[in-house]
């Protein structure tokens, strides 16, 4: 049977326990997820306009010089991901996740705004191609903070027990993000097509940044800090100590070994992740030679789909465990990367999108358990700057990259399966990876206090402790 719940009127003992107010659960969800949003608008925009943009701002260079540019521009943002992840992710840990993640979203949305506002070539010569990757660069910078900040933030203020379905809403956002901005520059490209767009309304995708920009930040104003942090600064004042103390130095010297695991386990899922959602769509119209929008068809839908299981697969996840689900996905990747590129390269529309939904399954498998794993290996005091140096040292190198490496590998060999071979090999390390993590599903964070969904969750849990030290 069950237990009746305490009358109102009983106080109940809940100890050092939080109880997660619901009010502001809902208000932490939106305003993160809101950021990864915008943040992943941008890279579907620019992911999708690639081989628009490359006549624009390269227009005296062939086709395959223009596309490897504009994947090296693509790749140029995740280079200064690192020192941004440094900056924000310390900063994070000295005054608040809330002002940090304020910060980010700001200069994300400023600087894909101004993408819009761009003089091309024929404006200004190659300075114009100089200026776009300035801002390309800024942005890397600023979402160095933006998503490892959002991760730690959401894990924070979530219930233990369900914490994988509430981050999993933030990479559900990203693809959603990826997914609006390449559905605009498609639809744009069949209203309008290829010579409109090359002539001026390719900048129309950046431009609608700049609203969605302050719709995001007005919901980020109103979230409440994370109960961790608060009460990790609460305690430090009391203690008079004065303002949190971050060195960054002593972090990665105590936390070397779950930063070097974050840095296998964003090699393994977003090498997939980026060859899925940025490289697909050009390789689909150069290597393959499909029209442009037919190749975009054939993707975003999936991608659609991805984003809706992606708390699914968090709730799955907080069942089963993170270990299992992403054994799960590396495994698919190893046994199934080279049938599904050979799928794609077939002629049928069916087989392609076979192809790619076999590349696209495992990575909402991986996606939809990291966000709840990566800030469960660190402690609650560093856990902002740990996480967010080494989640972006692995996207600069494997992440953001991905794109122009395996379209090199493609272009060099003369091979499309030298993509699912490279895949592979990543996925085997993100396997050895999580053979040496440890389990976090449904358990308290490092450093912090229980978070839980009701006081009658907290007494309990608070009697059973006293018991257990009696």
Request: charged fraction near 15%; include cysteine.
């Amino acid at each position: 049977m069950t237990e009746p719940a305490a009358p109102e009127s009983t106080a109940l003992d809940t100890g050092t326990i939080n109880v997660v107010r619901k009010r502001e659960l809902r208000r932490a969800v939106r305003g993160t997820f809101v950021g990864n949003i915008m943040e992943w608008y941008d890279v579907g925009v620019f992911g999708y306009l690639i081989v628009t943009l490359g006549p624009v701002f390269l227009p005296e260079a062939d086709q395959a010089t223009q596309v490897i540019f504009m994947l090296g521009t693509f790749a140029s943002t995740y280079l200064f991901r690192p020192l941004g992840g440094l900056l924000f992710g310390w900063l994070g840990d000295k005054i608040g996740r809330k002002r940090v993640l304020f910060m980010t979203l700001t200069l994300v949305a400023v600087a894909t705004f101004l993408i819009g506002l761009l003089p091309g070539y024929s404006m200004i010569g190659a300075s114009a191609a100089v200026l776009l990757v300035a801002l390309k660069v800024l942005q890397g910078f600023s979402a160095g903070g933006e998503f490892t900040g959002a991760l730690t933030f959401i894990s924070e203020s979530a219930p233990d027990r369900r914490r994988g379905f509430y981050a999993a809403f933030l990479d559900g956002g990203s693809y959603l993000g990826f997914v609006l901005g390449a559905a605009i520059v498609t639809v744009m490209q069949v209203l309008y097509g290829q010579e409109a767009m090359e002539a001026g309304l390719w900048r129309v995708p950046f431009l609608i940044a700049g609203p969605l920009g302050l719709i995001a930040v007005y919901l980020r104003m109103r979230v409440e800090e994370s109960p961790h942090f608060a009460a990790l600064a609460a305690e430090r004042s009391a203690d008079a100590t004065g303002p949190l103390k971050v060195n960054p130095l002593r972090v990665f010297a105590s936390n070397w070994r779950p930063m070097l695991l974050v840095v296998l386990l964003v090699a393994a899922a977003n090498s997939a992740g980026y060859a899925f959602t940025s490289y697909m769509p050009t390789y689909l119209s150069t290597v393959l030679e499909h029209d442009a929008v037919q190749g975009n068809l054939f993707s975003l839908p999936l991608m659609l789909l991805m984003a809706c299981l992606m708390p699914f697969v968090g709730m799955l996840s907080d069942r089963l465990g993170r270990k299992p689900v992403l054994f799960a996905a590396a495994i698919w990747v190893i046994v199934l990367a080279f049938p599904a590129f050979m799928l794609i390269g077939a002629d049928s529309p069916v087989a392609i999108v076979g192809g790619l939904a076999l590349i696209g399954i495992p990575v909402a498998l991986y996606m939809g358990t990291l966000a709840s794993t990566y800030p469960a290996m660190f402690p609650t005091a560093s856990r902002n700057t740990s996480l967010g140096v080494s989640y972006n040292i692995s996207i600069a190198l494997f992440g953001g990259t991905a794109p122009l490496v395996i379209d090199s590998l493609v272009r060099t060999t003369g091979n499309p399966a030298a993509a699912a071979f490279y895949l592979m090999g990543m996925s085997v390390v993100g396997l050895i990876a999580v053979c040496c993590i440890r389990e976090t599903a449904g358990q308290a964070l490092a450093g912090s206090e229980p978070n839980v969904e009701t006081e009658l969750e907290a007494h309990e849990l608070h009697l059973a402790r006293s018991a257990a030290n009696a």
